[in-house]
């Protein structure tokens, strides 16, 4: 299965890529942020007895470059809509959802958007995901390709900066809560 996922994560990064019209040498840029990738299994859980409050876990934007998530029958991912309405999710059997991250979002310079989420339960079966989580590495600098840039309709919008030295600005105490960390990070 983390074959497949990472399979997948690689057809999607070359993909944007092509899609885009940049020049191959990008390749190695897409290729070096995924160099560092994690799985987890996930498992989420009611309290039986305590159906009124049921697991919410909080939105967030994650911050590697893809998440690619597989579960099990349980449907209980939302996405936030930029109108700010939750919206669920269904994943169709044997098939990935693929969440783009801000190292990513800031890669493109923000054309692809990095959707706030969250796991909320809603019946009492457990629910079960299993996770690629695809980073770049620590050091690497994250940089959007001249090709992504134009001075009309997609100005800079990310300078660029250390994958590490954003996360730990993230992780700081001050920021944690920043539902646009990027943007106060990096944004031009
Ligand atoms: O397990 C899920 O459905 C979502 C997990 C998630 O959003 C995360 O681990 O960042
Ligand atoms: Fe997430």
Known sequence: MSLKMSEVSWVI???IVE???LSQHHISDVE??????DLRLNMYITDKNNTENKYRSSGHIDKNTLTVLCQNEVQDLQV???TGTWIDIVI??????????DALKAWCNGRLHAATHRVVMSGEKERYTFGAFVAPKDEMKIE???GLVDNKMHPLRYRPFNYREFLNFFASTRSRNLENALEVFAGV
Do not use: T
């Open 13 to 15: 990064l070359k993909m």
């Open 19 to 21: 899609g885009y019209g």
């Open 32 to 37: 070096n942020m995924k160099s560092c990738s």
């Open 80 to 82: 936030l809509s930029k």
């Open 92 to 101: 169709p059997e044997n098939c990935f959802v693929v969440i783009v991250g």
């Open 144 to 146: 959007v390709p001249r």
